[in-house]
């Protein structure tokens, strides 16, 4: 896992101008588990999307970043909406529990609000990682009051 996965993204408020507007996300797709849709024809999407998911991890703590791409046609990947999920509050917000490591199991995140229209020939790209930096500081070890546990 690379802990710098998601410095493609925006950063509310900072970064360079336009102040707030994500980059091309094909370094942090690079980097990422992603799955690539073809689009034949026009996708609207408005809401939150919601992904499902079954993942493992070899450690009692561990995240998933999500990222659902606009990729046109020359490559370029633009952030349609994203999120972030610390995997110990996988069952509970109030009531974190480390996973087991090597156990698969279901999971589920709700992506940022957005409204986007794929046009016909690009196409749709969710992006998977294990971290979103800067938006979120990967755990550094026993005793991180970040960890989760």
């Not at 689009?39 to 561990?62: Q, W």
């Not at 110990?88 to 589920?108: F, K």
């Amino acid at each position: 896992m690379r802990p710098d996965v998601g410095s493609a993204a925006w950063i509310s408020c900072a970064g360079h101008l336009p102040i707030g507007q994500p980059g091309d996300q094909r370094s942090d797709d690079a980097w990422s588990l992603a799955y690539d849709w073809e689009l034949d024809r026009k996708l609207e999407i408005l809401g939150h999307p919601r992904l499902a998911v079954r993942v493992g991890a070899s450690a009692p703590v561990a995240f998933l970043s999500a990222k659902l791409c606009d990729v046109f046609p020359d490559g370029a990947s633009a952030l349609v909406a994203r999120g972030f999920l610390n995997l110990t509050r996988r069952r509970s917000l109030t009531d974190p529990q480390p996973l087991a490591p090597g156990v698969v199991e279901p999971v589920e995140l709700e992506l940022d609000a957005t409204s986007w229209v794929f046009p016909a020939g690009h196409r749709l790209r969710l992006s998977l990682a294990g971290s979103d930096w800067p938006q979120h500081r990967p755990a550094t070890g026993p005793g991180d009051p970040d960890r989760g546990v």
